[in-house]
C-alpha cells in the first residue's frame, strides 16, 4: 500500500473519532433525555454487577461447604505419628499453593485439614494471623465458621481444665 494511502486512511479515522467524542461530549451536555439515559445506563450497570458479585460469592460460598464436607467424610488420622505427617503435609501443600493466586480456596483447605489435626487450635490460628496470606485467611476462616468443631472461641468448654467452675 502506498504511503499516501495509509495517511489518507488513518486521517480519515482520526478524524471520525475525533468527530464522535465532539459529538457525545455536546450530547451529553446539552440533551437532558440522553443524559438520563446514561444515567440509567450506569445505574443498570452498576446493578449488574453488584448482582454478579452476589452470585460469586454464593458460588464461593457453596464451594467452600462441599470443600469442608469432602475434608471430612475424608476422615482425619488418629494416630499421634500419622497426625503429625499429615500435619506436616497439609500446611507444606498449603504454603505451596498460597505462591499461586487462583489457588487460594485449595491453600485453605489445606491449612485447614492442618488445623483440624492440630493439637492446639487456637495457638495455630495465631500463627496463621502471622504468616498466611489475608485472601487465604479470610476463606479459612470461613471454612472454621462452617464447621464449628473447632474450638476457636474465648469461652473454654465445660470441664476444662482453666480452674474456674
Keep these: 500500500m502506498k504511503t499516501q494511502t495509509v495517511l489518507i486512511i488513518s486521517a480519515t479515522t482520526l478524524v471520525t473519532l475525533g468527530g464522535n467524542a465532539i459529538y457525545f461530549d455536546y450530547k451529553r451536555r446539552n440533551d437532558p433525555t440522553f443524559r438520563k439515559a446514561l444515567r440509567r445506563s450506569a445505574k443498570k450497570h452498576l446493578k449488574s454487577q453488584k448482582a454478579q458479585a452476589e452470585a460469586a460469592n454464593a458460588e464461593q460460598r457453596r464451594m467452600l461447604i462441599r470443600a469442608v464436607a469432602e475434608a471430612q467424610a475424608a476422615g482425619f488420622p488418629t494416630d499421634v505419628e500419622d497426625k503429625e505427617?499429615?500435619?506436616m503435609n497439609e500446611v507444606a501443600q498449603g504454603e505451596a499453593l498460597c505462591q499461586e493466586d487462583d489457588r487460594a480456596l485449595d491453600a485453605a483447605l489445606c491449612f485447614y485439614k492442618a488445623l483440624k489435626v492440630y493439637p492446639q487450635p487456637k495457638d495455630l490460628i495465631s500463627i496463621y494471623d502471622k504468616t498466611v496470606p489475608k485472601n487465604v485467611l479470610d476463606i479459612?476462616?470461613?471454612?472454621?465458621?462452617?464447621?464449628?468443631?473447632?474450638p476457636v472461641g474465648g469461652m473454654s468448654?465445660?470441664?476444662?481444665?482453666?480452674?474456674?467452675?
Design 140 to 150: 479459612l476462616a470461613e471454612m472454621i465458621a462452617t464447621d464449628g468443631s473447632i
Design 157 to 165: 468448654p465445660p470441664g476444662s481444665a482453666t480452674g474456674v467452675e
Design 85 to 87: 505427617a499429615y500435619f
